[in-house]
């Protein structure tokens, strides 16, 4: 005569399910735009824009969540019209959990050279004609290649 025991492998098997931590990770978005609009001492969104004067200071803004929480590393490479690292930007920034950051920026103030702010003062694109163009913000968090926003800078 047969009798119907539990399987306890079953048991065992849900019991051991119910008391594993359940972790939901997303990967981390970001969100880049360029902007020279300041408010409140803060670089905010221009809608759409993305043309510049050769006096604007200019800025790449970042907006992320769902990075974890520690120390990250920022980096900007600000190429210039024909294809060349003008300037490097490098920041290090905090992480406090998985919600969304503060914006973090950096920024980019483009000079002629000496002699050139004399010279702008006729001829507003004197000595910036090598920034003339279109431009690449390339950024990394961490290393890892996020975003590289365009804009153009007009004299």
Not at 74 to 82: E, K
Request: charged share 20%; aromatic share 12%.
């Amino acid at each position: 005569m047969l009798t119907k025991q539990p399987c306890l492998h079953a048991y065992l098997s849900g019991v051991f399910l119910l008391i594993l931590p359940i972790t939901v990770t997303s990967a981390p978005q970001f969100t880049a735009y360029v902007t020279a609009k300041v408010e409140d001492g803060q670089p905010v969104r221009r809608n759409g824009l993305e043309f510049f004067d050769c006096s604007d200071r200019i800025y790449v803004v970042v907006e992320a969540s769902g990075l974890s929480a520690e120390e990250h590393e920022m980096t900007v490479r600000w190429i210039n019209p024909v294809g060349e690292q003008e300037e490097r930007t490098d920041y290090t920034f905090l992480s406090g959990s998985h919600e969304p950051i503060e914006p973090i920026w950096a920024w980019l103030q483009l000079d002629g050279g000496p002699g050139s702010a004399i010279g702008r003062m006729f001829d507003s694109s004197f000595g910036m004609e090598d920034f003339i163009g279109e431009w690449e913000a390339r950024i990394y968090i961490d290393g890892e290649p996020m975003a590289a926003p365009r804009f153009n800078v007009l004299c």
